[in-house]
């Protein structure tokens, strides 16, 4: 369309170069005058000449300093504040061990109180259990009247109840105060009923009949004929008698006795290696020698005799390091054959054994505080002492073919013990005037037990 309206001019015009203007032409307008406008008038253009004249006039002062730019430069002085140096502490290797040390302690203290609370709730817990069995144990002895085999399990329940609360209280008096005393309350009252049931009598002040002055004698071991005591001792010489009123007499004799035991009224004393002699009517008779052991086919030649019995005059010695009991048969007139060895080839030996007794069988003491009984030479059975206070260490036992009980002596819990000759506990005598027991004796018709305790004899009736 602009190229047709343009055509005309264009065919005039001719050369090489053709520029089209691809615009709308616009029309000439109508001309508008543009007058200028009338300056505002300003104090600051007016004033301006004035104020620069004085600016000459006015110069500021300049200091001129030595300095390599010619200028004067003004420098303020700086202030130098001094660095304050805190010395840092050197520790040496001791102080760093020590300090090492203390925090090691404090770091322990903290962890072992915790640890003992922790471990007081366990003993507090286990207490309180102890506490419900005793309270069952109770329980069951207020019906013993009506049904007494709950005695059994009373006594069982309390012997429980004992040894759980044993380690507590051997602890206890590093344990709170409160604690320990609960502990020991209940303990104590453990031990009341299990005295009670196990027929422990407690002797305050038991009857004394007799006191030895050392300057006279010294006893080591004692025997009796039914109706005197008598005192000996394998260190020293003579014999020593009391009898039952009281009355005392010293029996000289240059010999040292280390066994005895009656026999038929009298007394037969042994002495090393294998001599005996008899003590009848106030009077020692001849010494008897006996037939060696060693001296028979197959016998250890050292064999020792450590324990003496007698039944119906047969003599039982026992040798404790090979646990061979050896018999010599009597024949007459205080007269014994020779000896042979009185158990079977393959039963068990008695080693280690403490002491024997005799009333037909043969009752062993052994050295796990248990009883053993053999009969016609061979092991019958063997007692389990069961009873309270626990066995720790027997010392003797003794019996005899008309007496219904066994009698042990333990002097390390300061007791004597009576037993049915089934292991049932019948009686526990203990008193804390029993500190130094050595040797016992019972009367024929087992109702008086005298017992020594060093210096000092003391009797009890049953």
Not at 354 to 366: E, F, Q, R
Request: charged share 25%; aromatic share 12%.
């Amino acid at each position: 369309e602009i190229l047709n309206k343009k055509r005309g001019d264009l065919s005039k015009i001719s050369g090489i170069c053709l520029v089209i203007f691809l615009s709308k032409e616009i029309l000439a307008k109508k001309r508008e005058t543009i007058l200028p406008q009338p300056k505002e008038f300003s104090l600051k253009e007016v004033f301006s000449p004035i104020v620069n004249y004085f600016k000459k006039l006015i110069k500021k002062p300049r200091l001129r300093l030595l300095g390599f730019g010619g200028q004067a430069k003004l420098k303020l002085p700086k202030i130098v504040i001094p660095k304050i140096i805190v010395p840092k502490p050197k520790l040496t290797k001791n102080q760093i061990i020590i300090l090492a040390l203390i925090f090691s302690l404090v770091i322990g203290f903290f962890a072992t109180r915790q640890e003992e609370k922790q471990q007081l709730e366990i003993y507090q817990n286990n207490l309180n259990q102890i506490q419900e069995k005793v309270n069952q144990a109770e329980s069951f002895l207020i019906l013993k009247e009506t049904k007494p085999q709950l005695v059994v399990e009373a006594n069982s329940l309390l012997k429980e109840s004992w040894e759980e609360i044993s380690p507590i209280a051997k602890i206890a008096p590093n344990l709170p105060s409160d604690f320990s005393n609960q502990v020991f309350a209940l303990r104590d009252k453990i031990s009341k009923n299990l005295y009670q049931l196990n027929n422990l009598v407690e002797i305050s002040e038991p009857e004394i009949i007799f006191e030895f002055n050392p300057k006279d004698f010294v006893p080591q071991k004692m025997v009796s004929d039914g109706k005197n005591l008598y005192f000996f001792s394998p260190y020293s010489q003579n014999l020593f008698k009391v009898n039952q009123t009281g009355e005392s007499q010293l029996i000289s004799i240059d010999k040292k006795f280390n066994l005895a035991t009656s026999l038929d009224g009298s007394i037969l004393f042994s002495l090393k290696p294998n001599q005996v002699i008899i003590f009848r009517d106030e009077q020692f008779g001849e010494i008897i020698s006996l037939e060696t052991p060693g001296a028979v086919g197959g016998w250890s030649p050292d064999f020792n005799f450590n324990n003496l019995f007698s039944y119906r005059s047969n003599l039982y010695f026992l040798d404790k390091k090979t646990g061979e009991i050896i018999k010599y048969p009597y024949l007459k007139n205080f007269e014994w054959g020779p000896p042979r060895l009185w158990l079977d080839p393959e039963t068990k030996k008695a080693i280690d054994a403490k002491s024997l007794a005799v009333d037909g069988d043969i009752w062993i003491l052994n050295k796990v505080n248990s009883i053993s009984r053999y009969r016609a030479g061979k092991l019958q059975e063997t007692l389990k002492l069961d009873f309270f206070p626990y066995p720790k260490e027997f010392s003797k036992i003794f019996t005899l073919s008309g007496l219904s009980y066994l009698y042990i002596l333990e002097p390390i819990q300061k007791r004597i013990i009576i037993l049915t000759k089934a292991g049932e506990i019948i009686k526990q005598f203990q008193s804390e005037k029993f500190d130094n027991l050595l040797d016992f004796s019972i009367s024929q018709d087992g109702k008086i037990i005298w017992l020594l305790n060093g210096l000092k004899v003391y009797q009890i009736n049953l």
